[in-house]
T-cell receptor, first 116, second 113 residues
Framework: NAGVTQTPKFRILKIGQSMTLQCTQDMNHNYMYWYRQDPGMGLKLIYYSVGAGITDKGEVPNGYNVSRSTTEDFPLRLELAAPSQTSVYFC???????????????FGPGTRLLVL | GESVGLHLPTLSVQEGDNSIINCAYSNSASDYFIWYKQESGKGPQFIIDIRSNMDKRQGQRVTVLLNKTVKHLSLQIAATQPGDSAVYFC????????????FGRGTSLIVHP
């Protein structure tokens, strides 16, 4: 298994541009998550999904959108990029079945985004 | 243990010493806790977990201690090695809840050879 993969690894955007950060997992996990991590800080949840077709906002959703059309893919869309969105973005997945044991999250390698 | 906009605390140790990284969690209903290690330029990786019906759990060179009375977790790393240098995060979660863990602020561990 490749686990959780993210593309691109690094991107520079101009203010006002848009882009999509890709995330794919091949572990058949139902839960997927997007986090951002600012330098020297912890992880903040942007959006998450509990399964295909279902998404929900996290702690810091403003300026972002997601979709979950398949179990494997969970792209994060940035519309009208702003300097405040300069960060490292991590995608994660986990398998969680209500009523059974919790499972840990598996993280991708991250996408470093710079908005100038 | 949520990020509150402060920079990460740092723990510096000598190679071979034992390291203790602490984490205060916020929700008394949390019953599942995980420690992650994040090396520079990489995503967090699972190290060890513990459920609230346990006080202690041991892995390879790592031990997690849970004190539910004061809502405190610690990660002990024995014979710390340079490869242990990383940021360590704790996460708390609730069984049967949303399965959205809450991450602690993180601690940067620096191991000097």
């Amino acid at each position: 298994n490749a686990g959780v993969t993210q593309t691109p690894k690094f991107r520079i955007l101009k203010i006002g541009q848009s882009m999509t950060l890709q995330c794919t997992q091949d572990m058949n996990h139902n839960y997927m998550y997007w986090y951002r991590q600012d330098p020297g800080m912890g992880l903040k949840l942007i959006y998450y999904s509990v399964g295909a077709g279902i998404t929900d906002k996290g702690e810091v959703p403003n300026g972002y959108n997601v979709s979950r059309s398949t179990t494997e893919d969970f792209p994060l869309r940035l519309e009208l990029a702003a300097p405040s969105q300069t960060s490292v973005y991590f995608c994660a997945s986990s398998f969680s079945n209500p009523g059974t044991d919790l499972r840990t999250q598996y993280f991708g390698p991250g996408t470093r985004l710079l908005v100038l | 243990g949520e990020s509150v906009g402060l920079h990460l605390p740092t723990l510096s140790v000598q190679e071979g010493d034992n390291s203790i990284i602490n984490c205060a969690y916020s929700n008394s209903a949390s019953d599942y806790f995980i420690w992650y290690k994040q090396e520079s330029g990489k995503g967090p990786q699972f190290i060890i977990d513990i459920r609230s019906n346990m006080d202690k759990r041991q892995g390879q060179r790592v031990t997690v201690l849970l004190n539910k009375t004061v809502k405190h977790l610690s990660l002990q790393i024995a014979a710390t090695q340079p490869g242990d240098s990383a940021v360590y995060f704790c996460a708390e979660n609730i069984s049967g809840g949303s399965y959205i863990p809450t991450f602690g602020r993180g601690t940067s561990l620096i191991v000097h050879p």
